[in-house]
């Protein structure tokens, strides 16, 4: 647009012919550098002074008449605002910024200011211009916001008062997976994922009723299905009376955050290398077991492991190689845990274990042995078979401590003597139980050597029929003398024996010497109706205990049914249905079955009739407070009665008193076992009570 105006002094600060100059100017003294520039109602230059030409890098009469929207470059948000508001000219409020051509090739940023809010009628408009340095201001006005909503990473939604989606931009679409046409007229709670109850929304309306505004993080469900966490902050919009005319939610998705945080995490928590649990994590969970043990009185028990002469493979072999072995060796370890057990690896070649709940040191010896053994297996690496082996030292709270620091310094002493005594072993902190475990690998040593050279024998203890007043059998026991440790007491071996799978060849053993004595007293003419055996829950388990109960016999040349076996109710109970299947194999072929130490499990009727059973053996527990207690006394009573209405028989073990045995008679137990009438003694000690009478 060209303007009819035309320049007519050109020396003059005010390049128009029309108007007043020094009346203008005055507007504005202190303006020496600022352009001032007049226009008409089309926007059109009516006259500029020198500062107005030099700004824009023109003459000034080039610039007379021109529109001053068109001296502006189209390229940005606010000059396209400040084009727009020229028109509307003087009536804009604040300043404008605008970009300019600036002679032939240059560009400049302008602030305009309108002079005058209301100017006089015959007057144009004056407008001041000054230069801006750095970057274009900008004011959010109604078609940038709508820009800058459109093109945000953040996810706008405009609701009404009612809460129902009006628009969304394009990040909301994005994120959520759900174009506009899809969520228009719904409400957000299209969006829920159901990780938020009832209480959360609650509240959050609460707030934004009361202040207007909400913010915190929320997690929503994509389209697709997938829940991710926002940063969500909801405004209400109110109108000039008050009510709620929208809302507005913008939304971050800071699922890749979380991801952030998690990685973070795991650098400080993990091992990179084994990807175990670092030092650091091992002594918070350390903490929160101690903590919990000291609320529940319970145990805790810290293993701090070792591989033997790691360094030689790293120096000789390479770092390379050293790693590889130390993965392979976390990964072995961690094999052989329970779920549950809290490995770390504490740098270098260490690691430790959490162990919790603990019963007792045994169990602890128990782990630590079968860690050690989880390295008699080479490693192989870079070709090579590199045998390693494992050292352990072992401190338990509260006994060694109750600190964190004080246990896991502990466990190292332990574990630093464990490496002294030669490496290939575990050591306990406290001497008092080292010196324990220490004896119970001797006594293992002890009894693998006597199984392998059947260093047993057995005695016989006498067990009578007090109505026909004579040894009826005998139950045969398990003795055991070692050339140093002397006689050792079988309730200690014979555990040990099962933890160490040597039961089978001990039970074969007994079986074997106590069904061929049998077999020779009858044959010697005594009148004895069985020998009880005592079988371990683990032979029962065996898959071909009857051919192997059977071939003894038929070694001996004994009868079934003068072989009577004793079975613990935990025996029996531990796998119902096989065990009963097995039992019943047994009794059908004519051998005996008792439940040794009745009354001590936890058997029920209901399931002792599934059993081929023939006779329940009090426990002398029960026996050993007749007649002075009265509920062992009931007790008694009840067992036999409750015998008798299953058809069972019963033998009383355990009696030491005339008392005891008169009790027992009177309620109709007439079977006996027990110091009063013998203790366990050898073979040709029992025969000289066979032809003896009772008492
Ligand atoms: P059990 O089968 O209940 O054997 C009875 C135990 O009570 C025997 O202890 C016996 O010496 C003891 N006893 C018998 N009468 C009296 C008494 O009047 N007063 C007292 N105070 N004690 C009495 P022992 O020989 O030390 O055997 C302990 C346990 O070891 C046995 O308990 C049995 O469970 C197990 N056992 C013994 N020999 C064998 C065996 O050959 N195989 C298996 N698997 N376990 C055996
Ligand atoms: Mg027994
Ligand atoms: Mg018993």
Redesign the pocket.
């Given at each position: 647009m060209k303007c009819s105006h035309s320049l007519t002094d050109s020396d003059s600060p005010w390049h128009t012919p029309s108007i007043c100059l020094p009346k203008r100017a005055m507007l504005v003294p202190a303006m020496a550098e600022v352009g001032l520039a007049e226009l008409d109602g089309q926007g059109c230059l009516v006259a500029v002074n020198g500062n107005f030409a030099r700004l824009l890098g023109r003459d000034p009469a080039e610039l007379v008449g021109t529109a001053l929207a068109e001296l502006m470059l189209d390229d940005d948000a606010g000059t396209a605002w400040a084009k727009q508001q020229l028109l509307l000219v003087g009536s804009g409020e604040g300043p404008l910024y605008a970009r300019f051509h600036q002679g032939e090739q240059g560009e400049c940023l302008l602030r305009l200011d309108w002079m005058l809010r209301q100017p006089p009628a015959d007057a144009g408009l004056l407008l001041a211009a000054s230069p801006l340095a750095g970057p274009m201001p900008t004011l959010i006005n109604r078609e940038l916001a709508a820009k800058v909503i459109e093109h945000t990473q953040e996810g706008v939604v405009v609701t009404d008062g009612r809460g129902h989606i009006q628009s969304v931009n394009p990040a909301f679409e994005i994120t959520t997976g759900y174009s506009l046409e899809e969520v228009v007229g719904y409400k957000p709670s299209i969006l829920k994922s159901g990780c938020q109850g009832a209480d959360f929304y609650q509240q959050m309306f609460a707030e934004l009723a009361k202040k207007g505004f909400w913010q915190g993080e929320i997690w929503n469900r994509r389209k697709n299905g997938e829940i991710y966490p926002e940063w969500l902050s909801i405004s209400a919009i109110r109108d000039d009376a008050g009510r709620v005319e929208h809302y507005v939610g913008i939304f971050t998705d800071i699922g890749t955050q979380h991801q952030v945080q998690e990685r973070l995490r795991y650098l400080a928590y993990y091992d990179g290398l084994t990807r175990l649990p670092n030092r650091a994590l091992f002594f918070d969970r350390l903490q929160l077991e101690l903590a919990k043990a000291s609320r529940d009185g319970g145990q805790v028990a810290v293993l701090f492991m070792g591989l033997d002469r790691f360094s030689h493979i790293n120096e000789s072999l390479g770092h390379g190689v050293g790693d590889r072995i130390l993965q392979q060796a976390a990964l072995r370890i961690q094999a052989g845990l329970r779920e549950g057990d809290s490995l770390c690896r504490m740098g270098g070649d260490e690691f430790s274990l959490l162990l919790v709940p603990i019963r007792d040191a045994g169990q602890v010896s128990a782990v630590a042995e079968k860690l050690r053994r989880l390295f008699t297996e080479p490693f192989h690496q870079a070709d090579l078979e590199l045998y390693l082996s494992l050292s352990i030292g072992i401190s338990l709270y509260p006994d060694d401590g109750v600190e964190p620091d004080t246990l896991v310094k502990h466990a190292s002493t332990a574990l630093d003597r464990a490496k002294e005594l030669g490496r290939d072993n575990y050591q306990f902190y406290t001497r008092q139980l080292n010196q324990h475990v220490s004896e119970r690998l001797v006594l293992e040593q002890a009894l693998r050597q006597a199984v392998e050279q059947e260093a047993f024998s057995?005695?016989y203890?006498p067990q009578v029929d007090v109505n026909l007043g004579r040894v009826i059998g005998a139950?045969?026991?398990?003795r055991w003398h070692h050339p140093t440790l002397g006689w050792v007491?079988?309730?200690l071996f014979?555990p040990l024996a099962e933890e160490l799978g040597l039961?089978n060849p001990?039970?074969d053993w007994?079986l074997r010497q106590a069904c061929c004595q049998m077999a020779r007293w009858l044959a010697q003419g005594w009148n004895l109706r069985r020998i009880a055996?005592?079988?371990?829950p683990m032979?029962l388990r065996q898959r071909n205990v009857l051919q192997r109960v059977h071939d003894v016999l038929g070694t001996c040349g004994l009868a079934p049914e003068h072989l009577e076996l004793?079975l613990?109710e935990g025996a029996i109970m531990g796998n119902v249905d096989e065990a009963s299947a097995c039992l019943s194999r047994l009794s059908e072929s004519g051998i005996q079955l008792a439940i040794?130490?009745f009354g001590t499990g936890y058997s029920s009727l209901a399931h002792l009739k599934r059993f081929a059973i023939d006779k329940l053996?009090i426990d002398?527990s029960f026996v050993?407070g007749v007649p002075h207690n009265a509920n062992d006394g009931t007790i008694v009573a009840t067992i036999i009665s409750m015998a008798r209405s299953l058809k069972l028989s019963v033998i009383a073990?355990?009696?030491?008193t005339g008392k005891q045995l008169a009790h027992l008679q009177a309620h109709g137990c007439y079977e006996m076992?027990?110091?009063?009438f013998g203790?366990?003694m050898s073979a040709a000690e029992i025969e000289a009570l066979f032809d003896r009478p009772l008492l």
């Open positions: 057995l005695a203890q139950e045969a026991l398990l007491r079988p309730d014979i039961i001990i039970g007994v055996v005592n079988l371990s032979q004793e613990t040794d130490d053996k002398r050993s073990e355990g009696v030491e076992q027990g110091y009063l203790k366990p």
